[in-house]
């Protein structure tokens, strides 16, 4: 005998429809009262797992809210985290998403990957975020790089005006590589940054034709500045640009060095590390991921251990074997940028003080080294060793400048070499 429809089995198979169905819909707001007044939540459903689509959806809510303004805007806000958050699900990708999930698989150091995340986020995903990997094509991503070229600076203090040709060209690198793994991954067959006679991606030699001029000192600028800084200024920090600028090592290296790694008796420090410019209470190998031997002149190391004797007095601490030559009075490892911040107040008083002088960076007592022990004629392998190149190749290219004035006493040489034939 059959009975008329249970009202309450009725309600339930009404609500599992409705769920069913806004569960097919981007997301829902709704109204609800409390003792405060009114308030909206809203409602979405997401993957249990993005890497695994088949387990289904859970229903995401979000309340309190006090006006249907506020609960959309975060509706909305929710719905661009889903749809970044997605594994694209068996579908082709957005470049955004794609670029971003592609960045955070990267074993790289810390700083090779924020420079990456850099560029993404300001010339990549802005611009290209929203194209299909499958439907970007050479002509737009040709389109990109002269769009670039002509108004791509993001910076606050720049932008709006021309990118600069090896800007574009590490843009190209990154964006190309990202193309890559795509194919890799399965979404393309092709990648279009490859298609050189569309693209035409900025060349070596107009990078390098754009690259601005190294700025170095005279060793006359040099024994200047340094005797001033010693002497006039006495400077705390002396010790630190002298070594800078009598070994050629990178800022960071200098403030990773331990008092164990400098040598009397050998005359030798041993580079075995560089401060984490991206987290600068850490250290991490050098650029090159390997350690260098350097030798270096008696007063140099003579000025170090005067400045061991000078810590000691502060604490026994900061003189042990394994403490931080250039620490703070605590030990800790100073700032990388903090450094080039007091660099740059000293240049100023002595730029002041003495119109010899002219600006250099503290990477330019790097460059001063370098180019000095060129000019005396020392075989370009000892500098690359020195200063920690992969390849003397980079070496040449950095210090290219400096070959013309190599030349004169070769061609004297050979010529003396000949006598009168």
């Known amino acids: 005998m059959s009975g008329a429809p249970d009202p309450a089995d009725e309600a339930q198979g009404r609500e599992k429809k409705q769920r069913r169905s806004r569960s097919r819909q981007?997301?829902?707001?709704?109204?609800?009262?409390?003792?405060?007044?009114?308030?909206?939540?809203?409602q979405i459903y997401v993957p249990k797992d993005p890497e695994y689509p088949e387990l289904g959806s859970r229903r995401l809510t979000r309340s309190g809210f006090t006006s249907t303004e506020a609960a959309n805007d975060a509706l909305q806000d929710a719905l661009k985290q889903r749809k970044q958050n997605d594994k694209f699900s068996g579908q082709v990708p957005l470049i955004g998403p794609y670029a971003d999930e592609w960045v955070a698989g990267l074993k790289l150091a810390d700083s090779t990957i924020a420079g990456y995340k850099k560029i993404i986020r300001n010339h990549i995903t802005p611009q290209l975020g929203d194209i299909r990997l499958d439907k970007l094509t050479a002509?737009?991503?040709?389109?990109?790089?002269?769009?670039?070229?002509?108004?791509?600076?993001?910076?606050?203090?720049?932008?709006?005006?021309?990118?600069?040709?090896?800007?574009?060209?590490?843009?190209?690198?990154?964006?190309?590589?990202?193309?890559?793994?795509?194919?890799?991954?399965?979404?393309?067959?092709?990648?279009?940054?490859?298609?050189?006679?569309?693209?035409?991606?900025?060349?070596?030699?107009?990078?390098?034709?754009?690259?601005p001029e190294i700025a170095t000192w005279t060793a006359e600028q040099l024994s200047t500045f340094l005797?001033?800084?010693?002497?006039?200024?006495?400077?705390?920090?002396?010790?630190?640009?002298?070594?800078?600028?009598?070994?050629?090592?990178?800022?960071?290296?200098?403030?990773?060095?331990?008092?164990?790694?400098?040598?009397?008796?050998?005359?030798?420090?041993?580079?075995?590390?560089?401060?984490?410019?991206?987290?600068?209470?850490?250290?991490?190998?050098?650029?090159?991921?390997?350690?260098?031997?350097?030798?270096?002149?008696?007063?140099?190391l003579k000025v170090l251990a005067a400045y061991k004797v000078a810590r000691a007095e502060l604490s026994f601490e900061l003189a042990k074997a394994d403490a931080f030559v250039f620490s703070d009075d605590d030990g800790r490892l100073r700032s990388p940028d903090a450094m080039t911040s007091r660099w740059d107040r000293r240049l100023k008083s002595a730029t002041a003080t003495f119109e010899s002088l002219t600006r250099v960076t503290l990477k330019g007592l790097r460059h001063t080294h370098a180019t000095l022990l060129l000019e005396l004629g020392e075989h370009p392998k000892v500098v690359q060793e020195r200063l920690g190149h992969s390849t003397i190749t980079t070496t040449m290219n950095i210090y290219s400048h400096v070959t013309p004035t190599m030349q004169r006493p070769a061609v004297d040489r050979f010529a003396a070499h000949l006598g009168k034939a």
């Not at 737009?140 to 600076?153: I, N, P, S, T, W």
């Open 139 to 211: 002509t737009r991503v040709a389109r990109h790089y002269r769009d670039l070229e002509k108004h791509g600076r993001a910076d606050k203090l720049g932008k709006g005006q021309p990118l600069s040709a090896n800007s574009v060209h590490k843009i190209h690198v990154v964006l190309g590589a990202i193309l890559d793994a795509a194919i890799e991954d399965g979404h393309l067959t092709v990648n279009p940054t490859k298609k050189k006679r569309t693209v035409k991606a900025p060349t070596s030699s107009e990078v390098r034709a754009q690259k």
């Open 227 to 300: 005797a001033w800084d010693r002497d006039v200024l006495e400077d705390e920090l002396f010790p630190l640009w002298r070594l800078i600028a009598f070994s050629g090592m990178r800022r960071g290296e200098a403030l990773a060095l331990r008092w164990n790694d400098i040598n009397t008796k050998t005359m030798r420090i041993s580079i075995r590390r560089a401060v984490n410019t991206e987290n600068w209470s850490q250290t991490k190998t050098t650029k090159t991921g390997s350690a260098r031997v350097i030798d270096m002149d008696a007063e140099t």
């Open 26 to 42: 981007p997301g829902s707001l709704q109204e609800y009262p409390t003792c405060e007044g009114k308030r909206w939540r809203f």
